[in-house]
Each structure stands twice: as C-alpha cells, then as structure tokens.
C-alpha cells in the first residue's frame, strides 16, 4: 500500500512537473504501448519531449535540480533521468524522430483515475517511434511496434495510411511495409 | 521481399501499399548489413490470433476501445515494485 501510494504521488508529481515545462510532452515506451496492446510490466515512465529547445530545457533543468535528482545536468543530451520518490522517469528525444505538431495534435489523452489525466503518442506514432529506435536497439522494440500494429488492427483503431506517411517521414518506411505485409 | 546487391551497396524492393506499386529502398553497404536482418525478423513476426482474442475479450475496455486501465496502472505497479525490492536488496 505504501508503494502504491508513494508509486501514485510520484507519478502524478511526474506529469505535473513535466507538463508545466514541456506541455506537448506524450508519454510513450511500455506505459503508452500498454494502452494498445496486452499489458508488460515496466521499471521507469517515459515522456517524449521537444529536448531541442534548449531555452527550456534549461530552465527546467534550473527548476527541477534544487527539488529532485536530474542527470545530466547540462544541455544537448537525447535522454535526462528524473527521480521523484525514488522513481525513475525518463525525458527523452530519439535521434532520428520528428516529433511534429502534426504527432502532438494526434495524442491521446486519456484519463487516469489516480493521476488525472495523461497525453499518450497515438498508436500510429508509437508504432513508428520504436521503428526508428529499432534501428539502434533492434529487434525487440520491433516486436513493440508489431504488438500495437496488429491489436490495434484489431482494435479497429489504426490509420494504416498515417502510419505509412509517417514512417517515410522518418525514413523507416521499408520496416513499417514489410510488419505490415502479414496480417497479424 | 526481394535484396539486390548492386557493387557493394544493398536494397530492397517492397510493393508500397500506399503508393500501389513496387519500391526500391537503399539499404546501406552489403557487408554485415544490420538493416537487411531487421527486415528478415520483421518479415516473420506474427502476433497469435487467439492472443488477439483473449485480449479484445479480457483487456480490452469496450467504452474506449483501449486496453483497461486497472491493467495499465498494475503493470506499472509490479513493475514499481519490482523495482523497489530489487534497489531495496542491493542496498542490504
């Protein structure tokens, strides 16, 4: 119980914190993934965020320091970790992905009994996003990407044509053909 | 799926789903092509329709369409603390 409570006040401190300095921020990784396809436990939270305004990027990382432990503490890094309540949770701007207005109009932003209310990357955007970090990290988050192609086929709740224009915008549009050249 | 090596350099020619019709897409030089292998492994991957099933049946929230949330918030949960026993131990 004192986990879950602890789990859920850093959670929330979390997005606040992050949606007061990045508010196009969207969570991804596991926990937006979980959304569209069968549940795997997760160790960390990540929000993907526009890590290249460097203007607010420091004055977050001079808001936050002072409160909580954030590493690195210098500008011009694609990950920053940040731990509230002993929690870990990630900032993060992949190399290689465009992380467009058009990408945070289509969030979803879902309520969330404990926390309020989150903004995750669509299933679309999701599925591309780890098509690019695949091409670093390999095959498992092509099997990410899989997973939330196919349930959410299934789930009726897939613009196959989005996805499509969207991976030739990030350059992966031979991975994003070739998953979906089978039907599940 | 259909490789072509062309001197050193490898590509791939997919039908664009999109487009309707076939593409030619640079895949980078020949050797130890890493590219080449990811689209091997996508190539295979299936997801089991029975899966598919169980979870439009079990996890799914019909009212949104996405999967529970009571399921999303204990994945996050056992992973907290799994988390929490495992830096707990190491600090014993």
Do not use: C
Not at chain 2, 29 to 34: D, E, P, V
Request: overall charge positive; hydrophobic content about 40%.
């Amino acid at each position: 119980m004192a986990t879950e409570y602890r789990f859920y006040s850093a959670l929330r401190l979390a997005v606040r914190l992050v949606k007061k300095w990045f508010p196009e921020y969207a969570l991804i990784g596991r926990f937006a993934r979980n959304f569209y396809a069968p549940p795997e436990t997760t160790l960390d939270v990540d929000f993907l965020v526009n890590l290249d305004d460097h203007e607010r990027l420091k004055k977050f990382l001079d808001y936050a320091s002072p409160r909580f432990q954030v590493s690195p503490m210098d500008i011009g890094h694609w990950q920053y970790k940040l731990y509230i309540k002993s929690l870990r949770f990630d900032l993060v701007k992949p190399k290689g992905y465009n992380y467009d207005p058009e990408v945070v109009a289509r969030r979803r932003h879902i309520k969330l009994e404990p926390i309020s209310e989150v903004a995750i990357l669509s299933p679309e955007d999701l599925a591309v996003l780890y098509l690019v970090s695949s091409l670093d990290r390999g095959v498992k988050d092509l099997i990410k990407a899989k997973d939330i192609v196919a349930y959410s086929k299934a789930r009726g709740d897939f613009n196959e044509e989005y996805f499509l224009r969207k991976s030739e915008e990030n350059k992966v549009k031979h991975l994003a053909l070739t998953l979906l050249s089978s039907n599940y | 799926m259909k490789f072509q090596r062309v001197n050193d350099y490898l590509y791939v020619t997919l039908w664009d789903k999109q487009y309707k019709r076939p593409r030619r897409f640079y895949l980078g030089k020949s050797t130890n092509n890493k590219l080449a292998e990811l689209l091997n492994v996508a190539e295979q991957l299936r997801v089991d329709p029975e899966e598919i099933r169980d979870y439009l049946e079990r996890q799914m929230d019909p009212a949104t369409r996405l999967t529970r949330t009571d399921l999303v918030v204990l994945a996050l949960l056992l992973g907290a603390k799994a988390w929490q026993q495992n830096t707990d131990s190491t600090a014993h």
